[in-house]
């Protein structure tokens, strides 16, 4: 069964700083994997997502990277502002027949960035 | 529209009730998912339509929920005899294909009272 885990779960830094929030997962049959925020309240926000064949795709100032072997994925952000303030979710979508049509999400990563 | 539509927003009921949400897909999205997130669970598959084939139902966690989509669009998520652990916020989400990203509603958060 796969597994995904996110880690911190909570993390709070000073307005500027560049930061990395990390997602493991248990099982590397994955067709995709998909970085997402929401915000209180709200929806999930599409962030970035990667193809199984890819090794990383960027967006501004983020960056998401996939080593699919090791079961990892990282969500870079580059000169944090207090607006990215949110919960970070990553989930991947498995290849088993039976799971391919769904996402398992991680918990998420509260994020704060500080004024 | 311009993205998923969910409604209600809010949802209160008492215990016992049946109660139907919608979601409305961004127009041309062939997929429809929907899924719960709920304090200590996180964010759980329930089920999914692609086009006229027939739903994936494993995620539902029992018979009393049921869900439908009509004409290729809306979906509606039917709860009947609500529980009290069926208070959650009920998220929608439709993409274009398996290898396009998901895009989510705002959801509906219901509360049983």
């Known amino acids: 069964k796969q597994e995904v885990t996110q880690i911190p779960a909570a993390l709070s830094v000073p307005e500027g700083e560049n930061l990395v929030l990390n997602c493991s997962f248990t099982d590397s049959a994955i067709y995709n994997l998909q970085w997402f925020r929401q915000d209180p309240g709200k929806g999930l926000t599409s962030l970035l997502l990667i193809q199984s064949s890819q090794r990383e795709q960027t967006s501004g100032r983020l960056n998401a990277s996939l080593d699919k072997s090791s079961g990892r994925s990282t969500l870079y952000i580059a000169a944090s502002q207090p607006g990215d303030s949110a919960t970070y979710l990553c989930?991947?979508?498995?290849?088993?027949?039976?799971?391919?049509?769904?996402?398992?999400f991680g918990q998420g990563t509260r994020l704060t960035i500080n004024p | 529209g311009a993205g998923v539509s969910q409604s209600p927003s809010n949802k209160v009921t008492e215990k016992g009730k049946d109660v139907e949400l919608r979601c409305d897909p961004i127009s041309g999205h062939t997929a429809l998912y929907w899924y719960r997130q709920s304090l200590g669970q996180g964010l759980e598959f329930l089920i999914y339509?692609?086009?006229?084939?027939?739903?994936?139902k494993s995620g539902l966690p029992s018979d009393r929920f049921s869900a439908e989509r009509t004409g290729g669009s809306v979906s509606t998520l039917t709860i009947q005899r609500t529980q009290q652990e069926d208070s959650a916020v009920y998220l929608c989400?439709?993409?274009?294909?398996?290898?396009?990203?998901?895009?989510f509603g705002d959801g509906t958060r219901l509360s049983i009272l």
């Open positions: 989930a991947v979508r498995p290849t088993t027949a039976q799971g391919a049509q769904k996402l398992v």
């Open positions: 989400a439709s993409s274009q294909n398996s290898r396009q990203p998901q895009h």
């Open positions: 339509f692609q086009g006229n084939s027939a739903p994936d």
